[in-house]
């Protein structure tokens, strides 16, 4: 019977520990800060997020090479020839940054995914209102998918989403919930909001 409890009580601490142990965290990590983005025309994607999103631009610099060793490929992971002819960042309103990257590279691939893809994504702007974003992006001669959207059920209930594509194919969207969304009543966890950057 001890035998029996002893393993009982190891068998809960080494499991129950493992089970509900605390996340992990890096040191000191604090939030997303930007988000980076290869882009085939650096005018054309800054003059797309300052001139039609409405991002500033905060600085400009590059290029970087390395064209005796394998820094780039130490660093990023890239072919050790590629080169970034330039980096722009831009700071979208309340939210975190978008870097934009200019490359060359001997096997650089042009591939544009789409968001059911591996490694899709895509950048998702907080609009006050979607049916506003709609009629400004398609003035602008921006490719916008079906929408606004309202979401009516389930955790993400409350939100209004609109698809839309920059010139080169990167997929964003605006999003709005300005009363909340349902998983929020109860919820441990609240998720970070550019209309209330503080909460």
């Known amino acids: 019977m001890k ?14 520990a493992m089970g509900v142990a605390s996340a992990d965290s890096i040191p000191g990590m604090r939030g997303h800060d930007h988000t980076g983005i290869t882009v085939p025309d650096m005018k054309q994607a800054v003059d797309f997020f300052t001139e039609v999103v409405g991002c500033k631009k905060a600085m400009s610099f590059g290029p970087f090479a390395d064209d005796k060793g394998t820094f780039m490929q130490d660093v990023l992971g890239v072919d050790p020839k590629a080169v970034i002819e330039q980096i722009t960042m831009v700071r979208c309103g309340y939210g975190s940054n978008i ?22 994504f895509h950048i998702a702007f907080y ?27 389930g955790p993400a209930g409350g939100q209004t989403i609109l698809y839309f594509q920059a010139p080169w194919g990167l997929q964003l969207e605006a999003i709005s919930y300005p009363e909340g969304m349902a998983y929020e009543k109860g919820a441990e966890t609240v998720l970070w909001s550019p209309k209330n950057p503080d909460k």
């Open 127 to 153: 609009v006050d209102d979607v049916a506003a974003a709609k009629a400004y992006l398609d003035g602008k001669g921006v490719k916008t998918r079906m929408g606004p959207l309202p979401v009516k059920e």
């Open 99 to 120: 870097e934009l990257f200019k490359y060359t590279a001997p096997d650089q691939k042009d591939l544009t995914p789409k968001n059911s893809d591996i490694g899709g």
């Open 3 to 16: 035998h029996a409890i002893l393993a009982g009580v190891v068998a809960t601490s080494l499991f129950g």
